[in-house]
């Protein structure tokens, strides 16, 4: 009789236990993780480009906030070289493209790459004189700087081909994100590396055709667009607050933060997202 009775009552306290996690999980409230220890630091900067597809990063900052940060600063970059920042320590955390990271481990610096976060991002986006990318031959190639993402990214995409990226590529430093789309719908370049929203703008234009969309075409569809990378020096110092960083940063699921509207995201080009965007009654 008592074995039943201690059976009983442990089934009940596991269906209690069950029954909370639940209804944390489904309320949206944060985790308290009694077992870890608080963060090591209260301060985390991150780097902030004018990406959409980045959106849940800058909407994390309650997330950051229930994970024990209480100074939290987003750092605006206007080049796609956020490595820069981290190497400076400008910031601690940013979101990086593997093109984009390569070149700074290659040369040993304090930089280190920690998690995934999405793939697909970027559209190679050519004008009627550019049928493939064996075509870029001869042809302008807009960056925001000759050391960015889109010039690693393009480079290699040209060198997979059989092209050399030095020599048979014209490359225009348009020196900013904004200076390179207006360089291509100027006619200033015949090709750029687009990342969202800009894709959307060129379909909304009629302006250009893709011939590298990185979220279907072999072999970069099988290779993450983003990834979180740390200053090395943050992440050594202070192991516990990198681990509730990257988790904050991670939790792009998370009923919350979908529920969110754009426009208090403070993102990039949240103003053309929501006066363009089609309503969805279903969300």
């Known amino acids: 009789m008592l074995e039943q009775r201690a059976e009983g009552a442990s089934r009940r306290r596991f269906l209690v236990d069950v029954a909370g996690v639940g209804a944390t999980s489904l309320l949206g409230?944060?985790?308290?993780?009694?077992?870890?220890?608080?963060?090591?630091?209260?301060?985390?900067?991150?780097?902030?480009a004018p990406a959409i597809c980045l959106a849940p990063l800058?909407?994390?900052?309650a997330l950051l906030q229930a994970e024990g940060f209480s100074e939290i600063r987003y750092v605006p970059i206007e080049q796609n070289k956020d490595p820069d920042?981290?190497?400076?320590?400008?910031?601690?955390?940013s979101s990086c493209a593997p093109p984009n990271l390569l070149p700074y481990l290659d040369a040993g610096m304090p930089i280190v790459a920690l998690?995934?976060?999405h793939g697909g991002c970027y559209e190679l986006f050519v004008n009627e004189r550019v049928r493939a990318i064996r075509d870029l031959k001869g042809r302008r190639v807009a960056v925001s700087?000759?050391?960015?993402?889109?010039?690693?990214?393009?480079?290699?995409m040209a060198a997979y081909v059989g092209l050399n990226p030095l020599k048979d590529i014209e490359w225009v430093d348009a020196k900013t994100f904004d200076g390179v789309l207006n360089a291509f719908i100027d006619g200033k370049a015949d090709a750029i590396l687009a990342f969202p929203p800009q894709p959307q703008m060129l379909r909304a234009k009629k302006i250009g055709r893709v011939i590298v969309n990185t979220a279907l075409d072999r072999p970069w569809d099988q290779y993450f667009c983003c990834m979180v990378a740390a200053r090395k020096e943050f992440v050594a110092t202070n192991p516990v607050a990198t681990k509730r960083a990257i988790r904050a940063l991670h939790s792009y699921d998370l009923p919350a933060i979908h529920a969110i509207p754009i426009e208090r995201a403070h993102a990039p080009y949240a103003d053309w997202v929501v006066a363009n965007s089609t309503p969805r009654p279903d969300l």
Do not use: H, Q
């Open 29 to 48: 409230l944060p985790r308290t993780a009694t077992a870890e220890s608080p963060p090591e630091t209260g301060r985390v900067r991150i780097v902030k």
């Open 58 to 61: 800058y909407l994390a900052e």
């Open 85 to 93: 920042l981290l190497v400076g320590n400008l910031a601690d955390f």
């Open 115 to 117: 998690a995934a976060l």
């Open 145 to 156: 700087a000759m050391d960015a993402l889109e010039y690693y990214y393009v480079a290699s």
